[in-house]
């Protein structure tokens, strides 16, 4: 196990994750480590398997004095605003559910975890990097449930702020599922950090404007731009850990979104869905007001879509 790790769940040489608790569950596993958390598998008895996001130290610090300069809620409040109504199944909800969550204590502080419904499935980052089948077959539905994801989101006040591929994920059944809500903010919120995944950024986002929900709807046309081509819109040399690489990784990918037009998505992409390359490009639109005003609209197109590539073939 990594010392870094080992530090997060205050655990000594002689102990291992299975014999940690949050609150009441059991961690049977870690799944992912991330910069910012981790995520655990973890039960609470004898019932069926929980996802436990634990913040790291220094992310957890940052998390709350932005929760409290902005007058925020946490992540595992915001998750239970968007949770299905009472009475829907939860399997059918677009959204990943959050179940709680709470303040573990450790000799390195306060860790602030959620917890979360267990997802048996697949980053569609890496589904796209090792071109998995089963994103080629459902990646017109995926489109259609995330958008309906935004659109709750939406409905209920927020923008996600956050959306990309490293966000949604597809269960082995092939349901997608929007993912981490640790940015999401009330709609006309302005930041003074430039705060998201500097690819998928819209425009305003880089200019630290306040946000609206046509800002998610510039994130993602990013996201079926990946999809459905295999790689990004815009691409940048600097990728590294470096912080002077990654300053300079964010000034060249904020003036490729802010003044760049994307490649044509059908140049990469022949077999592009009929009518997925005007719906890419007009949610990638510059100015906040040539999108899709509201994700309503953008169902309709994306129910539009056809099954057949631009060349005629049999597309999905």
Same mark, same amino acid.
């Not at 990594?2 to 655990?11: E, N, V």
């Not at 870690?30 to 398997?49: D, F, I, T």
């Not at 957890?60 to 925020?72: G, M, S, W």
């Given at each position: 196990?990594?010392?870094?790790?080992?530090?997060?769940?205050?655990?000594?040489?002689?102990?291992?994750?299975?014999?940690?608790?949050?609150? @009441?569950?059991?961690?049977? *596993?870690? &799944?992912?480590?991330? /910069?910012?958390?981790?995520?655990? %598998?973890? =039960? !609470?008895?004898?019932?069926?398997?929980f996802a436990i996001k634990a913040y790291r130290p220094g992310y957890?610090?940052?998390?709350?004095?932005?929760?409290?300069?902005?007058?925020?809620r946490m992540e595992g409040e915001m998750g239970l605003l968007v949770?299905?109504?009472?009475?829907?199944?939860?399997?059918?909800?677009?959204?990943?559910?959050?179940?709680?969550?709470?303040?573990?204590?450790?000799?390195?502080?306060?860790?602030?975890?959620?917890?979360?419904?267990?997802? @048996?499935?697949?980053?569609? *980052?890496? &589904?796209?990097?090792? /071109?998995?089948?089963?994103?080629? %077959?459902? =990646? !017109?539905?995926?489109?259609?449930?995330?958008?309906?994801?935004?659109?709750?989101?939406?409905?209920?006040?927020?923008?996600?702020?956050?959306?990309?591929?490293?966000?949604?994920?597809?269960?082995?059944?092939?349901?997608?599922?929007?993912?981490?809500?640790?940015?999401?903010?009330?709609?006309g919120l302005s930041f003074r950090e430039k705060s998201g995944t500097?690819?998928?950024?819209?425009?305003?986002?880089?200019?630290?404007?306040?946000?609206?929900?046509?800002? @998610?709807?510039?994130?993602?046309?990013?996201?079926?731009?990946?999809?459905?081509?295999?790689?990004?819109?815009?691409?940048?040399?600097?990728?590294?850990?470096?912080?002077?690489?990654?300053?300079?990784?964010?000034?060249?990918?904020?003036?490729?979104?802010?003044?760049?037009?994307?490649?044509?998505?059908?140049?990469?992409?022949?077999?592009?869905?009929?009518?997925?390359?005007?719906?890419?490009?007009?949610?990638?639109?510059?100015?906040?007001?040539?999108?899709?005003?509201?994700?309503?609209?953008?169902?309709?197109?994306?129910?539009?879509?056809?099954?057949?590539?631009?060349?005629?073939?049999?597309?999905?």
């Open positions: 196990m990594a010392f870094s790790l080992m530090r997060l769940l205050g655990l000594s040489a002689g102990d291992s994750a299975q014999n940690r608790r949050f609150g @009441d569950y059991q961690v049977v *596993k870690l &799944m992912h480590e991330g /910069e910012k958390s981790c995520v655990y %598998q973890a =039960r !609470l008895g004898e019932e069926a398997a957890n610090r940052t998390a709350r004095r932005l929760a409290k300069r902005y007058h925020t949770n299905p109504p009472a009475g829907t199944d939860p399997k059918e909800h677009p959204i990943v559910r959050t179940i709680g969550f709470g303040w573990e204590f450790n000799d390195r502080g306060r860790c602030y975890y959620i917890v979360q419904e267990y997802l @048996d499935g697949f980053n569609t *980052k890496h &589904m796209i990097a090792c /071109e998995h089948p089963l994103l080629k %077959q459902r =990646r !017109l539905e995926a489109a259609r449930t995330v958008a309906r994801g935004l659109g709750i989101i939406h409905e209920r006040g927020f923008v996600h702020r956050d959306l990309c591929t490293d966000n949604v994920l597809m269960t082995r059944d092939g349901r997608a599922k929007l993912l981490d809500l640790g940015f999401m903010a009330p709609i500097p690819s998928y950024m819209s425009p305003e986002q880089f200019q630290a404007k306040p946000l609206n929900p046509v800002s @998610d709807i510039y994130s993602f046309g990013v996201v079926l731009y990946e999809i459905f081509t295999g790689r990004l819109p815009f691409l940048t040399p600097y990728n590294s850990h470096n912080r002077d690489l990654m300053m300079r990784r964010m000034g060249d990918l904020m003036r490729q979104h802010l003044r760049n037009p994307p490649p044509p998505p059908s140049s990469l992409a022949p077999d592009l869905p009929q009518g997925m390359e005007e719906i890419i490009l007009r949610c990638m639109e510059k100015s906040p007001e040539d999108r899709y005003q509201g994700v309503r609209p953008l169902m309709v197109a994306l129910a539009q879509v056809g099954e057949k590539g631009q060349n005629g073939r049999a597309s999905v």
